[in-house]
């Protein structure tokens, strides 16, 4: 556990099988980042570079599987024409690519925060770009793989990855719940 969050274990840590997960049990400094004393500055600026960072690879894995999907749909035939010349699946493709670039907008943002602004402010963007990149990136690998039919589903194909790699993002250091929470108690603490 780190500061309340715990790593996945188990089933979860088995959910990306393109990264290995470890389980901290103990600090080894008092100077760690991991350090109970560490309720600063430092460890807000650590834990909104890591959710941004998060963030970003979310972004990465919708931009990679959104590509490979609309490139195989303009190949796939159905009825005599490509699947790509389907109306349906045209807005379905659009409805993710204005996912993607929400995602990314927020993700820069978040980016942006942790250089520039200061530990609470970033670690409130990268809460906001985790929380959203969390919920469009497994909307939209799980769309993708929908493109692929049957065959994205098989262990030759690339599509299960991406949504492995996409859950495992949503669900490290928080899920969307989880950030939508803490925004939410934060936006309530500075009414009162």
Known sequence: ?????????????????TR???????????????????EGERYLAWRAMALTML???AVGVMDGELGRALAFVKTRE????PVASFQVIQHWAADMKVSL????AVAVRAAWSCDASTSREALYWARVAKAYTSMC??????????FFGGAGMTWSALPHLYLRRAAFDAAILGGWQEHSLALGAEMLEEAR
């Open 55 to 57: 963030a970003a690879d």
């Open 20 to 38: 290995k997960c470890v389980k901290v049990d103990r600090v080894a400094t008092e100077a760690s980042v991991w350090s109970k004393e560490l």
């Open 101 to 104: 670039e929400a995602s990314r």
């Open 137 to 146: 990136a497994t909307t939209v690998t799980e769309g993708c793989l929908q």
């Open 1 to 17: 556990r780190v500061k309340g969050y715990a790593i996945p274990t188990g089933a979860a840590v088995e959910h990306d099988l």
């Open 78 to 81: 159905k009825f005599g024409r």
